[in-house]
């Protein structure tokens, strides 16, 4: 079956860590998102990738990091910097990206110990 | 004002009835229009796409779209228990990256 798959579905995060969300998709899509989900806030965009090896930030990039190097993959890291990471993670996937479909994963639920 | 409102609810209904969920948006360049349905603890799943003004129908879904008054709609008609959901509007123009969501409407719906 394609789709998108992310994990682990729940991860928590000490103080001063760097912890790392997967995302891998095979539905052969060029663009891929990565969103963030607060109660009451709606979904935020973090950052995006149209192609391999390329990427933007989105409206909260502050305290993430991610990576491109396969079409599949899109992995989020959340730095020791984003001083409020408690959140659902949600990543994302479209054909090309410019006001197409977005096809979304399960979610990380992401809290701090 | 921001880009996209809409009502958070909670709303609750009784099974069968009709359900509207609505959004407002500002910006005149949107002209893909988009409902997404987000059950507890799931990612979002596209369930209406419609382009510029008008009604578009899928089932017991009807999504509709008024441009001059910058204002989009949802009906969901004999609605069932399993459309209990958050429903988030995703305008769009269709130019970029950036899909712009609003904060979603809570939906019970009460057999």
């Known amino acids: 079956d394609g789709g998108i798959t992310q994990s682990p579905k729940y991860l928590f995060r000490k103080e001063g860590q760097n912890v790392t969300l997967s995302c891998e998709q095979n539905?052969?899509?060029?663009?891929m998102y990565w969103y963030r989900q607060d109660p009451g806030q709606g979904l935020r965009l973090i950052y995006y990738s149209q192609i391999v090896n390329d990427f933007q930030k989105g409206d909260i990039a502050e305290g993430y990091s991610v990576s491109r190097e396969k079409k599949e993959s899109f992995p989020l890291t959340v730095t020791s910097a984003q001083k409020n990471p408690t959140a659902f993670y949600l990543c994302?996937?479209?054909?090309?990206?410019?006001?197409?479909?977005?096809?979304f994963g399960s979610g990380t639920q992401l809290s701090v110990l | 004002q921001k880009e996209v409102e809409q009502d958070p609810g909670p709303l609750s209904v009784p099974e069968g009835a009709i359900v509207s969920l609505n959004c407002t948006y500002s910006?005149?360049?949107?002209?893909?229009f988009m409902w997404y349905r987000q059950y507890s603890r799931k990612g979002p799943e596209l369930l209406m796409y419609?382009?510029?003004?008008g009604n578009k129908e899928d089932g017991r879904f009807t999504a509709q779209v008024d441009k001059s008054s910058k204002y989009i709609s949802l009906f969901i008609r004999d609605s069932q228990p399993s459309d209990s959901a958050t429903y988030l509007c995703?305008?769009?123009?269709?130019?970029?990256?950036?899909?712009?969501f609003g904060k979603g409407t809570l939906l019970t719906v009460n057999p």
């Open positions: 995703a305008p769009n123009q269709g130019s970029n990256y950036k899909l712009t």
């Open positions: 539905l052969n899509h060029d663009a």
């Open positions: 419609t382009y510029s003004s």
């Open positions: 994302a996937s479209s054909i090309g990206g410019r006001g197409e479909k977005l096809f």
């Open positions: 910006n005149s360049a949107f002209q893909y």
